[in-house]
């Protein structure tokens, strides 16, 4: 292959500067998996496609994987108990989270909020009886569903989330998220 400048490139000097694979330990399953499906489709580029995504709540696309994985018409049973299981805690999230999506997506509620997160806690907990579990909820729900690959609602919930919580310069120095909520800004 020629460069710019007219001289030849062998691959082995193109891969000495990929730097795919020094960052591929770094990267989130659900940033992985895009660069997975640029691979030639092979047995070994599904597998890898399946084992990347089979621990998240994408149940029914990993079924399907596996079913092409296995040559089967359709995605095993085994997928149907686990999906059951995902659309039930999806239920649950939904149900616990009700209150408190409705209040961030009333605007007069919203226009009351301030760029002071224990403040917009304490006037959430003042006038509509929002507790720190409520708030702990809509984060497990954000989770949930970017487990479940609805990114655009993860991004929602999660944000939603932000507002009310002080983000993490060190998490693991403080265990839990919610922590940062006796922080100021």
């Not at 708030?135 to 929602?156: M, N, T």
Request: glycine share 4%; hydrophobic share 30%.
């Amino acid at each position: 292959m020629a460069d710019t400048n007219g001289t030849t490139t062998s691959s082995d000097d193109i891969t000495q500067y990929d730097l795919l694979p020094k960052m591929l330990p770094y990267l989130d399953r659900h940033l992985l998996y895009p660069l997975l499906s640029d691979l030639e489709d092979s047995p070994d580029s599904l597998r890898l496609r399946y084992e990347c995504l089979k621990p998240t709540n994408m149940t029914d696309f990993i079924g399907d994987l596996e079913a092409e994985i296995q040559g089967l018409s359709s995605r095993p049973s085994s997928y149907d108990a686990r999906r059951e299981e995902v659309l039930q805690k999806r239920s649950q999230l939904e149900s616990e989270t009700e209150k408190m999506r409705g209040l961030l997506e009333d605007q007069e509620v919203v226009g009351n909020l301030r760029s002071d997160k224990v403040a917009n806690l304490k006037y959430l907990e003042e006038q509509h009886g929002v507790t720190v579990e409520m708030v702990e909820q809509l984060w497990e729900y954000g989770q949930f569903q970017y487990q479940c690959g609805v990114y655009p609602a993860a991004a929602e919930l999660l944000y939603q989330y932000r507002v009310l919580v002080r983000p993490s310069l060190s998490p693991q120095s403080l265990g839990h998220p919610l922590q940062y909520l006796c922080h100021t800004s």
